[in-house]
């Protein structure tokens, strides 16, 4: 009767012993990428956009609906009844509404929206540039970030960072939104600082140079056109004496009376 109570005790200890290898079976098994983000030769000789679009494609399908906008006109001008209720994912507190919006950064009513698509009041996302500026300051040199995908808000060769842009009726309607990026919009590769820099370095002594012909130009023009004025005056004076002469010849050879005509 011993033997037999102290059996089921001694069967029943295997079952944690398997909990534990098929444990330990899946610590060592190497990670499972996705497959939105493995690299194909395809990719890499398109470039990586094919990349990047399945990308932000995952990243459409995986975040909130209450911070990602990808196609701010169609939401939100499509008319009031089916504009979504926009709040605020950091704070929770600050609702936008199209129709008031503003590009103030301190005022609660203002939202910005990102490349990705994501947006967020202005006063949260100030506070994160805050933080992510005061971030690249020290040792650890992090890079500025969307707060809630984690998209590199950086241009791709001046590395300079992206503001994000206000989200205004007026600039909705004004066209002066640029696209996301899973509407088929882009980082450029440079901000437009360095762009102006660069284009005044490479036509600002060309623009120098015409801008001085034209001036030189202009400047023969009015003398030229001085000239011509007091040529005519000239010629017009001249006129007038050949034409008091005429009268005056005609008298003195006694054209008059009833020799003259009408004319």
Same mark, same amino acid.
């Given at each position: 009767?011993?033997?037999?109570?102290?059996?089921?005790?001694?069967?029943?200890?295997?079952?944690?012993?398997?909990?534990?290898?098929?444990?330990?079976?899946?610590?060592?098994?190497?990670?499972?990428?996705?497959?939105?983000?493995?690299?194909?030769?395809?990719?890499?000789?398109?470039? &990586?956009?094919?990349?990047?679009?399945?990308?932000?494609?995952?990243?459409?399908?995986?975040?909130?609906?209450?911070?990602?906008?990808?196609?701010?006109?169609?939401?939100?001008?499509? &008319?009031? !009844?089916?504009?979504?209720?926009?709040?605020?994912?950091?704070?929770?507190?600050? *609702?936008?509404?199209?129709?008031?919006?503003?590009?103030?950064?301190?005022?609660? !009513?203002?939202?910005?929206?990102?490349?990705?698509?994501?947006?967020?009041?202005?006063?949260?996302?100030?506070?994160?540039?805050?933080?992510?500026?005061?971030?690249?300051?020290?040792?650890?040199?992090?890079?500025?970030?969307?707060?809630?995908?984690?998209?590199?808000?950086?241009?791709?060769?001046?590395?300079?960072?992206?503001?994000?842009?206000?989200?205004?009726?007026?600039?909705?309607?004004?066209?002066?939104?640029? *696209?996301?990026?899973?509407? &088929?919009?882009?980082?450029?590769?440079?901000?437009?600082?360095?762009?102006?820099?660069?284009?005044?370095?490479?036509?600002?002594?060309?623009?120098?140079?015409?801008?001085?012909?034209?001036?030189?130009?202009?400047?023969?023009?009015?003398?030229?056109?001085?000239?011509?004025?007091?040529?005519?005056?000239?010629?017009?004076?001249?006129?007038?004496?050949?034409?008091?002469?005429?009268?005056?010849?005609?008298?003195?050879? &006694?054209?008059?009376?009833?020799?003259?005509?009408?004319?």
């Amino acid at each position: 009767m011993e033997d037999t109570g102290a059996r089921p005790q001694h069967e029943a200890s295997p079952a944690p012993i398997k909990y534990l290898r098929s444990r330990r079976s899946r610590q060592h098994q190497p990670p499972v990428t996705s497959p939105t983000t493995r690299s194909t030769p395809q990719d890499q000789a398109a470039g &990586g956009e094919m990349l990047r679009t399945r990308r932000y494609l995952s990243l459409r399908r995986a975040t909130l609906h209450e911070s990602f906008v990808p196609e701010p006109r169609c939401t939100f001008l499509s &008319g009031p !009844d089916r504009a979504p209720a926009l709040i605020c994912q950091i704070c929770f507190e600050h *609702r936008f509404d199209p129709a008031n919006s503003t590009d103030a950064p301190n005022q609660d !009513d203002s939202f910005v929206i990102m490349p990705c698509g994501h947006v967020a009041c202005a006063p949260c996302m100030g506070v994160w540039q805050q933080h992510q500026q005061q971030q690249e300051e020290g040792p650890g040199a992090a890079a500025a970030t969307c707060p809630f995908c984690r998209l590199v808000l950086r241009h791709g060769v001046c590395k300079h960072r992206l503001p994000a842009r206000y989200l205004t009726r007026r600039g909705m309607l004004s066209a002066k939104l640029p *696209r996301t990026i899973p509407d &088929g919009g882009r980082i450029p590769d440079h901000c437009r600082e360095c762009v102006d820099g660069v284009l005044l370095a490479e036509f600002g002594p060309r623009l120098r140079a015409v801008s001085a012909q034209l001036a030189l130009a202009r400047g023969r023009l009015r003398a030229v056109r001085t000239r011509a004025v007091e040529t005519v005056d000239v010629l017009e004076q001249h006129r007038e004496c050949l034409t008091r002469e005429k009268e005056a010849t005609r008298e003195s050879l &006694g054209a008059g009376g009833w020799c003259n005509t009408v004319r």
